[in-house]
């Protein structure tokens, strides 16, 4: 072999190195990204046709102009005093409330990740702790009353509402993650939240509904007659018939909302309020009927995180008791992020969110489409 044939030989052989560690480099990522193993067995969902874009869910973005104050990092539901005081929770456990001269005390703290929260008859503060359970605070003193169902702990209580009995109707929004790895269930779709109802007279737990779609905001009519829960997941609100004809139904109270409902709270009048924390995108929708694409999704959050994924666009929905879409207030501007709640009082919504450190405030004075 001459020594021009032993060097196109050797130059040939790396080449083909080259190429094939090359080929390689693209080919493992990919191969990890469509094939490696997730830790759960997605289905595939059916979701209602989103109502973005049409009235009267038409871009206005006026919570930007809603104020903020200062609380805290994460103060996810929001509750006020027989004396008007502001009253949340943060994510580091701590139960904080606004005093009247503006200073914010601490009043108490659940040792988990405080959420929706609301005062009972007794004037006691019963809080939805995603990790401790159904707890109440009581001139500072924590005491859980549900933390089990069946001698299985619940993963993820979520929000409240009392009603004029003193029965604490609750969200455990899932039976297969906990706070903080909750995101799993968008990604599976596999629909294990539950109302549950919890009768302090009596100390008696029971379960209403299962099988949602991680069970999220709470909230009873005024009447009584119904309890709404919002299925955050399948971007719709569910109501359970409390009295009536229909007693122990339930039927769909709205979908295709234009985002993932978080907490819904009684407005002073009747209505509802709705937060809707993050939109749906053409993206989400497509992915809901695709187990296989929802993997690859996921495996690509494990590399880049959602930051990037979530977009920054939040609503305040006014609903009527039947349902009906009496007003919708947004902001896409990023100046309010992840809220997760909005509460009404004395003509204001109090704005609270999952990450932010503060409650946002709107004076529905300031709403040129105010319908009452």
Do not use: C
């Not at 469509?34 to 759960?40: A, D, R, T």
């Not at 929004?173 to 906990?178: E, F, K, L, T, V």
């Not at 809220?339 to 503060?358: A, C, D, I, Q």
């Amino acid at each position: 072999m001459t020594q021009d044939n032993h060097t196109s030989q050797k130059s040939s052989t790396l080449s083909r190195i080259v190429k094939l560690t090359l080929l390689a480099i693209i080919i493992f990522p990919v191969g990890w990204l469509l094939f490696s193993p997730v830790p759960f067995d997605p289905l595939p969902q059916t979701i209602a046709p989103s109502r973005a874009g049409q009235a009267p869910f038409i871009s206005n973005n006026l919570l930007a102009a809603a104020d903020k104050l200062t609380v805290g990092e994460g103060p996810e539901g929001v509750a006020i005093d027989a004396q008007g005081r502001i009253v949340t929770g943060l994510e580091d456990g701590r139960i904080i409330r606004q005093e009247r001269d503006g200073s914010i005390n601490v009043i108490g703290e659940t040792g988990g990740r405080p959420l929706g929260m609301d005062f009972d008859a007794r004037g006691r503060l019963i809080i939805a702790d995603a990790v401790k359970g159904l707890v109440a605070l009581d001139n500072g003193n924590v005491t859980v009353l549900a933390d089990r169902f069946e001698g299985q702990t619940m993963l993820f209580v979520d929000d409240l509402s009392i009603d004029a009995r003193g029965r604490i109707w609750f969200s455990d929004a899932s039976q297969r993650y906990g706070f903080g790895h909750d995101s799993n269930e968008l990604f599976e779709a596999y629909p294990s939240g539950r109302l549950m109802v919890f009768d302090p007279a009596r100390n008696n737990l029971s379960v209403a509904l299962d099988n949602l779609y991680f069970a999220n905001g709470v909230a009873i009519s005024k009447d009584q007659s119904f309890v709404l829960v919002n299925e955050t997941y399948a971007a719709r609100v569910t109501r359970y018939w409390l009295a009536g004809p229909r007693r122990g139904e339930t039927d769909v109270f709205i979908d295709g909302l234009p985002g993932f409902p978080d907490n819904i709270t009684e407005a002073p009048n009747g209505d509802f309020w709705l937060s809707l924390v993050a939109p749906r995108t053409s993206l989400t929708d497509r992915l809901a009927a695709s187990p296989f694409f929802r993997k690859v999704i996921w495996r690509l959050t494990q590399l880049i995180g959602t930051g990037d994924i979530v977009q920054e666009h939040v609503w305040a929905v006014r609903l009527s008791p039947e349902g009906e879409v009496k007003e919708v207030l947004e902001d896409a501007t990023g100046h309010l992020k992840m809220m997760t709640s909005v509460l009404e009082h004395e003509n204001k919504l109090y704005l609270g969110s999952l990450t932010e450190p503060f409650v946002g405030i709107y004076a529905l004075d300031d709403n040129k489409l105010q319908n009452n």
